[in-house]
Structure formats: structure tokens, C-alpha cells
């Protein structure tokens, strides 16, 4: 691999803060064993120290050209020309994969990635760019999450057998940790953005928490801050305080507008989670946020994706999914057999061609542009046709149905209710 | 060019036609251009300068980045953030 398809500017000004306090280098990257490295906990090490110290081998794999094992995700995006995290980190410093050499050169970073050069990968920077995970606390089990982002899941794998116990308290109920972070927010000149995600962030105690602590401060007026929901639940409170901020990136979690999503992001009920949209949306515009949805297309939501990409596609808000889904691999759409991926990809080709929007060499990155979003969407649906077109099957049709009659024996439903074309193939499998 | 320093090392130019007519400017250099008696086709390293980024000033026409072409057209074409640090 060249160093265009290799490289990435994230480590020089973005860090990531997962529920369990370990910090990491990119919100992209594959998750570490987080047992493996207590030292890179925010309980055990200060976040500047983190940033500026630990994080420069990473800098210096980037620097030296190396293809990074935990990056592998935004190669694989890349591969289907989807956008991937790696571009719109490289975007936020100027840089572009078509014009990499001269973007680079060009870019305001340059000066701090020769100084890394020089010094083995360390850097003067603070992130000025956060993901922050707040915990698990949600009301939500949907099937493709895990107990680490949903309580709710948790106690249920706990009762089924999946998991032994449930996880450790977040960082985020430590009122300490919550200083040392807000602390480091504060002393960071030009901080930017700060996204959170939960569990169900909106009630979260700690997302309140973290955006008082912001408000007093004043970071609040100079900072945009980013968060995604599930659209189950409305906090007024909440919406007051976000308005309180430079800019809002609200993120509306959604798989499809169809019963369907009920049973993918159970216990949630469809009319709900559209009239909980709606208000959204309205809120959104009147206060000139950046909307976005952010669908996660699994095998069994990816026949109807083109009911996301309709409402977005008329009220002209993106739609973002982060990668395609590998965890877990027999939820995700390349388990579906060639038979069943024909009909989507013909509906996904026909709603393409129908949206007339010329097909241009300038690929959008800057997805969260409103002015782009119809293209984004168009961009988004050709890179799932690629990848239905172009992955091949993994064979894992019966850990999925395992998988769901556990869960189907707890929550008294079916998957055939929702989806009877798909009642041939589990049956066959062995379902 | 197998590092960032190496490519860091390389020197690099913009290619600018102005009406035709080409020539190179240094790549980190904002760029000015004057056209007299007006806009003509402007186009640098392929993207096409419309006339309104520039101005008119007693029938000339004035085009001027202030910084580094590349991120004049980050910000011109709506790329979203573009992140200065605190070295």
C-alpha cells in the first residue's frame, strides 16, 4: 500500500475515551484488549500524557508509511469507496486521498508532522478532537450491540448465558475522572469537537454532568459538540442545555423506517421512533444543527435501507454508517447469500439511477454537509451495492440463527414476522 | 516516496493556466493573479477559479488566495472544519 491509502492525520489532534476509561488513538480503530494495557487508562495516566507520549508509536507507524493493523476497518471502507474515518480525518487538516501529496504539504499541519519526524512521532498538540464514550446506561437491546454500550442488553445476556457477569462501572461515574477530563478540555487551545456517545446518551447522567461542567466553564460557546440517540426518548432539559453550544452534530441512530427495527433495535416501536425523528429534525432546524442519521445495516435491516434513504433523501439530511458491520460477522450483510443479495442490490441500483444525480469524480467526504447530503446518500447507497456486488459470503448463517432463537426464546418474538422473504433461507439453515 | 518526510522533502508546484496559457507557482505560495480587461478562464492544478472568487478593479480582474492554494479551496468548496493547532 502507498502511503495515500496508508496514512492518516487522526493521532495528531483526535483521541478517543471508551466507557471503561482506556484511551485510544482513533474512535475508528479496533477496539484494544482493554486488560492489556491498564497504563492507558484515564484512572492511571493523565490525557495530554497519553496524547503527546503514548500515542507516538502510533504517529510514527503513520509517519513511516506502515499499514496499522487496527486500521484495517477504514482500509476495507476504502476498498468499496465508502467514505471512511480515515478520509474525514484527513479531510479536517486539508488533506485529500486524490491530491495527497500536495494537500499534505499544503496542510496546517504540516510544520507538526516534520516535528514528529524529527522526534520520534512525539508532539506538542492537545486532541482537539473528542469521542468520549459515556457508558453503558441505556434503554435500548438492540441485537448487534454488545453489554459494554447497553445495560439493558447486558442483564438480558447475563439471564440467557451469553456473559458471566455484566461490566465494570464507566469512567464516567467517578466525579474525579470526570474533573480530570474537563480539566484537560479546558487547558486545550482551539478545542473543536467533542462527540458522545452512550448507551443512550440523552439519559445518561453523566452526558448532563459533562455538559454542565462545559456550560460553566464556558467551553460551551466555542466548541461543537456531537451526540447520537436512538430516537426512543425526548429530554427537554437536555435539548436546552445543547443549545447552549457553538454547534450541535446530532446523530439519530435508525436502521430502517419498518417494523423490522423493532426487533433489530428492540424494545423500540416504529411509530415511536418516527414521531421521536420528527421532533428532531424540527428541533435541528430551528436551531441549525447539522443532522445526520447514522444506520449500522446488517443482514437483516439491509433490504430496507432504501426506506432511511428516502426520508433523508427528501428532507436532505445524510445518512453515515461508521464501517461495514464485521462485529458481530454473522449479523453482518455479507452472511446473506447471492439469491437474497440480487433483489437488493436491483433495488438499491433502481433508487440510484432514479435520484438522476451525476456520477462525479469529486467524492464527498464532508458528509455532514446539508448542501451535499442528497449526493452523500446517492454515494452511500452505491458503496453498499459495491460491497453486496463484491464481498464474498461468510458462512455463518447458523450462528446466526442460534444467536436469534436465544434471544427470540427471551423476547417472544420472530424474525419470519418481520421478514417472511427471508423465511426459505432460515429455514434451511435451520431455523 | 515511502515516508511523510520524504514526501515533506519533495518540492511541488501548482500548475495555473490562465486563458491557455501555463505556467508554475510554488505550492505553499498564495496565489495572485491579474487578468487586464477582465476574467478569463482561470484553472489551477485542473479545478476551474470561477470570476466571482475574484473581484473587478477598474476593468481588471484580481484573484488572490491569502494562503496556501490548497486550503483556500478547502474553505471556497465547503470542505467543513480545517484544524489550526497550538505548537
Known amino acids: 500500500m502507498s502511503l495515500k491509502d496508508t496514512f492518516c492525520s487522526s493521532p495528531w489532534f483526535h483521541a478517543k475515551l471508551s466507557a471503561n476509561g482506556q484511551l485510544d488513538y482513533c474512535r475508528w480503530a ?44 477504514c ?40 516535528y514528529s519526524s524529527d522526534n520520534h512521532g512525539l508532539t506538542n ?32 445476556f447475563k439471564k440467557i448465558g451469553f456473559i458471566d457477569k455484566i461490566p465494570d462501572k464507566p469512567w464516567t461515574e467517578s466525579p474525579k475522572l470526570i474533573d480530570r477530563f474537563v480539566n484537560t478540555l479546558k487547558k486545550t487551545k482551539h478545542l473543536a469537537y467533542i462527540h458522545f456517545l452512550g448507551g443512550e446518551t440523552v439519559i445518561t447522567p ?59 433495535r428492540y424494545p423500540s416501536k416504529s411509530d415511536e421512533v418516527f414521531k421521536i425523528t420528527q421532533q428532531w429534525v424540527d428541533v435541528g432546524r430551528q436551531n441549525n444543527w447539522l443532522l445526520q442519521f447514522r ?41 446473506l447469500p447471492t439469491e437474497l443479495r440480487e433483489p437488493i442490490i436491483k433495488q438499491l441500483e433502481q433508487w ?32 453498499y451495492i459495491n460491497y453486496l456486488k463484491n464481498e464474498p459470503v461468510i458462512n455463518e448463517t447458523g450462528k446466526m440463527i442460534d444467536f436469534l432463537k436465544k434471544l427470540e426464546q427471551s423476547r417472544g418474538n420472530k424474525i419470519t414476522d418481520y421478514l417472511p422473504e427471508y423465511d426459505d433461507y432460515l429455514r434451511t439453515a435451520g431455523y | 516516496m515511502t515516508t511523510i518526510s520524504e514526501l515533506l522533502a519533495t518540492k511541488q508546484s501548482l500548475t495555473i493556466s490562465v486563458n491557455g ?60 472544519w480545517l484544524f489550526y493547532q497550538n505548537s
Not at chain 2, 39 to 56: A, C, L, P, R
Open chain 1, 30 to 73: 479496533t477496539e484494544l484488549d482493554q486488560d492489556q494495557y491498564p497504563e492507558n487508562n484515564i484512572r492511571n495516566i493523565d490525557p495530554t500524557e497519553y496524547f503527546q507520549k503514548t500515542m507516538s508509536s502510533i504517529r510514527q507507524d503513520f509517519l513511516d508509511g506502515k499499514a496499522v493493523e487496527k486500521c484495517h476497518q
Open chain 1, 75 to 114: 482500509y476495507a471502507v476504502d476498498k468499496h469507496d465508502k467514505v471512511s474515518g480515515r478520509q474525514r480525518q484527513l479531510l479536517k487538516v486539508g488533506v485529500t486521498v486524490d491530491r495527497f501529496e500536495k494537500t499534505l504539504q499544503s496542510s496546517p499541519i504540516r510544520n507538526e508532522l516534520a
Open chain 1, 125 to 156: 498538540y492537545l486532541p482537539i478532537d473528542w469521542q468520549v464514550d459515556l457508558g453503558n446506561h441505556c434503554n435500548g437491546a438492540c441485537i448487534y450491540c454488545g453489554p459494554q454500550w447497553s445495560s439493558k442488553l447486558a442483564a438480558e
Open chain 1, 206 to 264: 453523566a452526558f448532563k454532568t459533562i455538559l454542565q461542567a462545559l456550560i460553566d466553564n464556558g467551553i460551551s460557546k466555542t466548541v461543537s459538540i456531537g451526540l447520537t440517540t436512538n430516537l426512543t426518548v425526548w429530554n427537554q432539559e437536555i435539548i436546552d442545555m445543547l443549545c447552549e453550544f457553538k454547534e450541535v452534530n446530532l446523530g439519530m441512530s435508525v436502521e430502517c423506517f419498518d417494523p423490522v427495527n423493532d426487533y433489530v
Open chain 1, 295 to 335: 444506520i449500522t445495516p446488517s443482514c437483516l435491516t439491509i433490504s430496507k435501507l432504501l426506506t432511511v434513504y428516502d426520508y433523508a433523501y427528501d428532507n436532505e439530511i445524510a445518512v453515515e454508517s461508521c464501517n461495514f458491520m464485521t462485529d458481530p460477522s454473522f449479523l453482518a450483510p455479507n452472511v
Open chain 1, 352 to 383: 440510484v439511477d432514479s435520484k438522476q444525480i451525476a456520477d462525479s469524480d469529486n467524492k464527498i467526504i464532508n458528509t455532514r454537509h446539508q448542501a451535499f447530503a442528497q449526493q452523500q446518500i446517492v454515494q452511500d447507497a452505491q458503496s
Open chain 2, 21 to 80: 496559457e501555463t505556467y508554475e507557482h510554488p505550492l505553499l505560495e498564495p496565489v495572485t493573479i491579474k487578468i487586464e480587461n477582465g476574467y478569463q478562464q482561470t484553472v489551477i492544478d485542473d479545478f476551474e477559479i470561477k470570476d466571482w472568487w475574484g473581484y473587478m478593479h477598474d476593468g481588471d480582474w484580481y484573484f488572490n488566495t491569502k494562503y496556501p492554494f490548497y486550503q483556500w479551496k478547502h474553505t471556497i468548496t465547503d470542505q467543513g
